[in-house]
T-cell receptor
Framework: GENVEQHPSTLSVQEGDSAVIKCTYS??????FPWYKQELGKRPQLIID?????GEKKDQRIAVTLNKTAKHFSLHITETQPEDSAVYFC???????????FGTGTRLQVFP | SAVISQKPSRDICQRGTSLTIQCQVD?????MFWYRQQPGQSLTLIAT?????????ESGFVIDKFPISRPNLTFSTLTVSNMSPEDSSIYLC???????????????FGPGTRLTVT
């Protein structure tokens, strides 16, 4: 079955710096890769996603890149702000299903 | 995106009892999922709630422990049966909704139910 690995588990950056979180997946047939942000005590919120027919997608300060050959995808946050502090989860679909398998999460702290 | 509500938002239960969690969506959705998130951990899929048929369970989860109902396209329930302290967790429902721009399916989460078993 699908396995999703996520690194790093924690990440601390200074406000204004960039943050990068990386995930690898095992199922070459996975075709959908969302990223969720979860603030303390809140539900996971979808922040950006990418499908396997696209290599990169950007939405203001966040971007996601996908390398299908290497089976990895990354979340890039530029000009980080304290309100970006949260736990971020990557996910990938199981083959031929809509089921999401989640990575282990990255706790991002942005210091003012 | 779909508006999803869950009841209860939290509960403290005694071991050996059962709790039923409700998930309500403001629009009809085909796919509904139930996840568990243990403290400080990632999300683990429990089962897919299918309308008009039995739920499909993931490895490690069984119907006797987590019976699920899906009576229509806007509602589902998850029951945590014969609870033990190891069942203490956040339980989240999730739905697959249609996004317009670009046109595609996306998955959204309910606010979760925080369960503590003593």
């Amino acid at each position: 079955g699908e396995n999703v690995e996520q690194h790093p588990s924690t990440l601390s950056v200074q406000e204004g710096d960039s943050a990068v979180i990386k995930c690898t997946y095992s199922d070459s047939a996975s075709n959908y890769f969302p990223w969720y942000k979860q603030e303390l005590g809140k539900r996971p919120q979808l922040i950006i996603d990418i499908r396997s027919n696209v290599g990169e997608k950007k939405d203001q300060r966040i971007a996601v890149t996908l390398n299908k050959t290497a089976k990895h995808f990354s979340l890039h946050i530029t000009e980080t702000q304290p309100e970006d502090s949260a736990v971020y989860f990557c996910a990938a679909t199981l083959t031929n299903t809509d089921k999401l398998i989640f990575g282990t999460g990255t706790r991002l702290q942005v210091f003012p | 995106s779909a508006v999803i509500s869950q009841k209860p938002s939290r509960d403290i239960c005694q071991r050996g009892t059962s709790l039923t969690i409700q998930c309500q969506v403001d629009s009809q959705v085909t796919m509904m999922f139930w996840y568990r998130q243990q403290p400080g951990q990632s999300l683990t899929l429990i089962a897919t709630a299918n309308q008009g048929s039995e739920a499909t369970y993931e490895s490690g989860f069984v119907i006797d422990k987590f019976p699920i109902s899906r009576p229509n396209l806007t509602f589902s329930t998850l029951t945590v049966s014969n609870m033990s302290p190891e069942d203490s967790s956040i339980y989240l429902c999730s739905v697959q909704g249609w996004a317009e721009n670009p046109p595609s399916y996306e998955q959204y989460f309910g606010p979760g139910t925080r369960l503590t078993v003593t």
